[in-house]
């Protein structure tokens, strides 16, 4: 009864638990992609180059004046390569972003932002290497609202086996850039049914409910599985009760019969009829021996008296 009882309650547990884990996978880790904001990167106590390991990031900028900047990116394997992708470039004439195929800011640069271009002058740009390194500058008399939002993705363009997501463009990406609002593969496919992403409707939704009502169903789901393990279990443990042998404690005493008296089971209420001869009840003396009498030997001899 208790192993029983106690498998039932370990794998309703662990079912809940499971389900527990889905919502904070969906809850929780909803954005997958590293946001980075050049006021946070950039400060102006800092003076080294700064070095980010990622999969994929977006680097965001609003009208950040005075800014002497200099951030490298890495991928996390050497056979993977940068695309970087400008959602959004608004410079003034008197700012540059550097854009560096590799680790460090040194030879020529291979493009120079600043006024005259926009993203879509720009376009997409792929490093030949594993590294990118970013070099912004800003003066103090810039007009508000320029700046820019960068989204740079790590990525594999081979024909060969793809871990990772594989786009349609047939680039190769982790699996976290998927279905987190940012165009990482550079033709939205990783935020498509492709990748098997919800609609926009769908957002902030599980199952096509609500995050706080599908908590409810959880809760109440656990609750009703724990009565029907609950209820299980005692059916079980009145089912083997059932089954057991009676004890020797609550058997009738196997006192033998006098003569003349015939052996009965204990569920038939027959009364006991003396055989023919004998003389009709009562009868004097006691039929019994008393209860624990040490020493007490019964008599043996028949104490009924034949009738004349």
């Given at each position: 009864m208790t192993s029983t009882f106690a498998l039932w309650t370990a794998a309703v547990f662990y079912r809940?638990?499971?389900?527990?884990?889905?919502?904070w996978f969906y809850v929780v880790l909803a954005d997958k992609s590293n946001n980075y904001?050049?006021?946070?990167?950039?400060?102006?106590?800092?003076?080294?180059?700064?070095?980010?390991?990622?999969?994929?990031?977006?680097?965001?900028?609003?009208?950040?004046?005075?800014?002497?900047?200099?951030?490298?990116?890495?991928?996390?394997?050497?056979?993977?390569?940068?695309?970087?992708?400008?959602?959004?470039l608004k410079l003034g004439c008197n700012d540059h972003l550097f854009i560096y195929d590799g680790?460090?800011?040194?030879?020529?640069?291979?493009?120079?932002?600043?006024?005259?271009?926009?993203?879509?002058?720009?376009?997409?740009?792929?490093?030949?290497?594993?590294?990118?390194?970013?070099?912004?500058v800003t003066y103090g008399w810039d007009h508000t609202g320029n700046g820019f939002k960068l989204v740079l993705t790590a990525f594999k363009d081979t024909p060969l086996e793809c871990r990772g997501f594989r786009c349609q463009n047939n680039l190769c990406i982790h699996n976290d850039l998927t279905c987190d609002q940012v165009?990482?593969?550079?033709?939205?496919?990783?935020?498509?049914?492709?990748?098997?992403?919800?609609?926009?409707?769908?957002?902030?939704?599980?199952?096509g409910v609500?995050?706080?009502?599908?908590?409810?169903?959880?809760?109440?789901?656990f609750i009703a599985c724990f009565v029907c393990a609950s209820?299980?279990?005692i059916l079980v443990y009145k089912h083997q009760r059932r089954r057991m042998p009676p004890s020797h404690l609550n058997a009738a005493p196997n006192y033998p019969l006098q003569p003349g008296y015939h052996h009965h089971h204990p569920h038939h209420h027959q009364?006991?009829?003396?055989?023919?001869?004998?003389?009709?009840?009562?009868?004097?003396g006691n039929l019994y021996p008393p209860p624990g009498g040490i020493g007490y030997s019964a008599h043996q001899g028949n104490l009924y008296y034949p009738t004349k």
């Open positions: 809940c638990g499971v389900m527990m884990v889905v919502i904001h050049i006021d946070n990167l950039c400060d102006r106590k800092r003076s080294q180059q700064l070095y980010k390991k990622i999969d994929g990031a977006v680097l965001t900028s609003d009208n950040k004046e005075n800014v002497n900047c200099l951030i490298t990116f890495q991928t996390d394997s050497v056979l993977q390569k940068f695309m970087l992708r400008f959602e959004d680790a460090h800011a040194y030879g020529s640069y291979k493009v120079d932002l600043s006024c005259h271009k926009n993203e879509h002058h720009v376009g997409t740009i792929y490093t030949r290497t594993n590294f990118v390194t970013l070099k912004y165009n990482h593969c550079g033709d939205n496919s990783d935020e498509s049914s492709h990748a098997f992403c919800l609609d926009a409707d769908m957002m902030g939704k599980i199952l609500t995050v706080g009502a599908f908590i409810v169903i959880v809760v109440i789901t209820g299980v279990a009364p006991l009829m003396p055989s023919q001869g004998e003389k009709p009840p009562p009868y004097p």
